[in-house]
């Protein structure tokens, strides 16, 4: 289980140098001061997380894309997957047994991979529907938590075992970082081949399902899908979705797919609403965003992670790595651009393409390296403290904001009708009330009720040294 403790510094201080310094002191203070802009961006994230998360619905634009393209919700996974990876290589030089490493990592693979079938499984319906249980037919085994695990535990067994290699702190060159780090990018191209060999290569035959959905119309009426094709990236016939069916099972997949809101089915697209009567089969099909194949394509974003923190180790001087990092991120940026509109790879969140690695990851490291020079440099940190702590209280604003938590314990107490609840009234009095736009309203109330709340409540926390450990 994850912990709640009270500590004195914050649970992971982060070497940033470790430059030659006589008073032992000193030196002690700059090993173990933090890199600020990695809470910040961690708290972007997860903010961004509940933007688009609570309104979304009444703003499709930032939504995720309902198939090709990309939304600002489409930034949020791999975002998190760089932030991860800038901090395994700077969390895990401060432990210098590797089995206390892999014992470290083992352990927190695990408390992600339980709280991610527990929050995202079906278990809690909050803050919608105040029930609890699921149909053990119908638990989604894929999610959000469980692919940050998978890439975690993977690039952090190679950033253990190939310590040797990462002890040496001596500054590298822009271009031999890469090669003392060559064990990373051999596993980056392994998982590219293999994603792309299994993408370009399965044969996706025919295949049908039924609604077991009790609530749906359509309960127990079984569509058919026509496929029989290979090397298609289109929803109905692409690898991706074919190997979750197989080996997760249909009924165990995301049953809201973002491909509802496409054109092709749905009356009101981009909205989410009914589907058209004359929508494809495969419209009313679950299909899961966090499956087994993008998951795999989704280590990259984290490799690519790790490399930036790979800079700040080895890389002592502000403008070096700057130039370093708004390199890579515009070459990424490019590269992706360029695969998406010459229609090689199209940008695809829900099966995790190559070029839309390379699009989110470019961006991440350019947000990355504009928060580094604003706070680490220029220190500018008053304004983004929100963000901060944030950011050192992740795993506790995710649960009980992202995941809808707390707000599902709040819509627990109502005034004779349950719609007549706290939030209703704030968004309906305090918000609705002044702008007459439930769009305009929807998204204040995120900023302010919700995203500013926690952002004050993790400050509280903050302040008495309370972390969420995971």
Same mark, same amino acid.
């Given at each position: ?12 201080? @982060? ?6 310094? /006589? ?22 994230? $997860? ?38 990876? $800038? ?36 278990? /809690? ?68 081949? $293999? ?33 029989? $094709? ?31 809101? /496409? ?5 009101? /697209? ?66 992706? @651009? ?46 983004? @403290? ?85």
């Amino acid at each position: 289980m994850s912990e709640i403790k009270a500590e004195t510094t914050h649970h992971h201080p @982060l070497i940033i140098s470790e430059p030659d310094v /006589s008073d032992q002191q000193e030196k002690s203070h700059l090993k173990t001061q933090r890199l600020a802009s990695l809470d910040i961006f961690r708290g972007l994230a $997860v903010a961004l997380m509940i933007l688009v998360d609570h309104a979304g619905g009444d703003w499709p634009e930032i939504s995720h894309a309902p198939w090709n393209g990309c939304n600002l919700a489409d930034f949020v996974m791999p975002f998190f997957l760089f932030i991860v990876g $800038v901090a395994i290589a700077l969390a895990l030089k401060r432990i210098p047994d590797r089995a206390d490493a892999v014992k470290k990592v083992i352990f927190r693979t695990l408390k992600l991979l339980f709280w991610g079938i527990l929050l995202q499984g079906g278990f /809690s319906h909050a803050p919608d529907e105040l029930t609890y249980g699921v149909d053990v037919r119908m638990i989604r085994l894929c999610g959000v938590l469980q692919r940050i695990a998978l890439s975690y535990l993977l690039v952090s067994l190679v950033e253990i075992f190939t310590k040797d290699v990462q002890d040496k702190d001596q500054s590298v060159g822009r271009f031999s970082i890469f090669r003392l780090y060559c064990w990373h990018w051999l596993m980056a191209a392994c998982v590219l081949v $293999v994603y792309l060999a299994l993408l370009y290569g399965t044969y996706v035959p025919d295949w049908q399902f039924t609604i077991i959905n009790k609530d749906s119309a359509d309960y127990g009426k079984v569509f058919n899908v026509t496929c029989g $094709v290979r090397a298609k990236l289109n929803p109905p016939c692409n690898a991706v979705g074919y190997i979750d069916r197989k080996v997760l099972g249909i009924n165990h997949m995301y049953h809201h797919p973002a491909w509802r809101r /496409s054109k092709a089915c749905t009356q009101d /697209s981009p909205f989410e609403g009914p589907l058209r009567k004359d929508a494809p089969s495969w419209c009313h099909a679950p299909f899961e965003p966090e499956g087994l194949l993008s998951s795999v394509s989704s280590i990259l974003s984290t490799i690519i992670g790790v490399h930036f923190g790979h800079v700040i180790i080895h890389t002592k001087g502000h403008l070096a790595r700057l130039k370093q990092w708004v390199t890579m991120g515009f070459a990424l940026l490019i590269f992706g @651009l360029t695969l998406h509109f010459t229609n090689a790879i199209p940008l695809n969140k829900q099966l995790y393409t190559l070029s839309y690695v390379c699009v989110t990851s470019g961006a991440a490291a350019l947000v990355f390296s504009a928060i580094y020079a604003l706070v680490d440099i220029w220190n500018l940190k008053y304004p983004f @403290l929100p963000l901060a702590w944030i950011g050192m209280n992740a795993m506790l604003v995710y649960v009980m904001a992202a995941e809808g938590i707390f707000a599902g314990f709040i819509n627990g107490w109502y005034y004779g009708d349950p719609h007549n609840t706290l939030p209703y009234w704030i968004k309906k009095h305090a918000f609705l009330g002044v702008w007459r736009s439930r769009k305009v309203s929807t998204i204040l109330y995120v900023i302010f009720v919700e995203i500013l709340f926690w952002g004050l409540v993790t400050g509280i926390l903050h302040r008495f040294g309370i972390y969420w450990k995971l």
